[in-house]
């Protein structure tokens, strides 16, 4: 069986993500309603009770706001961090959730998950590699920039899901508060279109058949923006990995 991705919801509206063999289906991080959940996993032909795990990178509500109301009367494990199940506002039996640390490998019933840390505001921000039968998945969400671990952690991946969340041009303009602004663009906010393309222009392997963009904030940034900031990148490493490289917005 192959190892597989669907992200059912990418952005401050609600992030959560199908990793699925085939066999075992993990939930990466529930920020939709339980009921919404429930409605796309049922798009996908999942059902509530053929979800094996569920996996939470962090506490912000757009990523865990429907683990408690989603995982409440099945009997789901969930794993996360001691930092993160402290900060939030899940509310399940202690006894299904595991804890979870960076730079340790766990598997979820063959499936292994490699956590590692990125710079966000939150207790205990973890991004992760997914790993099954020699087919390895990046998704890094939430976090203000690239650090070196991020870069080599990307390497050698299958499929790549990076945070391309703002134009900063559009985010300085735009309706929110200087603070907010601040938060944003620092080193502990969000991935700018430019961050993801110095990625793709200096450090990008392309051994990646597959890079979705996602997490796109909806007042500071468009898909088309994030596209072709994306592309041009790419094109300027001499058509390299072009068109081997699919670009997708989510």
């Known amino acids: 069986m192959t190892l597989g991705f669907t992200l059912l919801g990418s952005g401050s509206s609600g992030n959560a993500t199908l990793i699925s063999d085939g066999a075992v289906n993990v939930l990466l991080d529930v920020g939709l309603s339980g009921k919404e959940t429930v409605r796309r996993l049922g ?8 979800i094996s795990a569920i996996v939470v990178s962090h506490e912000h509500g757009d990523h865990c706001r429907g683990v408690t109301p989603f995982a409440r009367d099945l009997e789901i494990p969930v794993f996360i961090s ?19 640390r960076p730079g340790v490998p766990f598997d979820v019933f063959g499936i292994q998950f490699t956590p590692f840390s990125v710079p966000h505001d939150a207790a205990d921000p973890l991004a ?7 087919v390895k998945v990046a998704i890094v969400l939430d976090l203000g920039y690239l650090t070196n671990l991020a870069i080599e952690r990307l390497k050698g991946c299958d499929a790549i899901v990076i945070e391309s969340n703002h134009d900063v041009s559009m985010l300085k303009v735009g309706p929110y508060p200087w603070s907010l602004k601040q938060r944003v663009m ?17 450090h990008f392997d392309g051994k990646a058949r597959d890079v979705v963009l996602a997490h796109l904030s909806k007042q500071n940034n468009l898909p088309e923006l994030a596209m072709l900031c ?4 790419l094109e300027s490493r001499c058509g390299l990995f072009v068109p081997q490289t699919r670009l997708e917005v989510a």
Do not use: K, W
Not at 189 to 201: D, I, K, M, T, Y
């Open 43 to 50: 798009e996908c032909g999942v059902e509530p009770r053929e």
């Open 82 to 100: 001691e930092a993160a199940l402290a900060a939030s506002e899940i509310r399940i039996d202690e006894a299904r959730c595991s804890v979870i």
């Open 128 to 134: 992760f590699c997914i790993e099954n039968e020699g």
């Open 186 to 202: 620092s080193r502990r906010g969000h991935l700018s279109n430019n961050s993801v393309a110095e990625f793709l222009a200096n």
């Open 230 to 233: 994306a592309q041009r990148a």
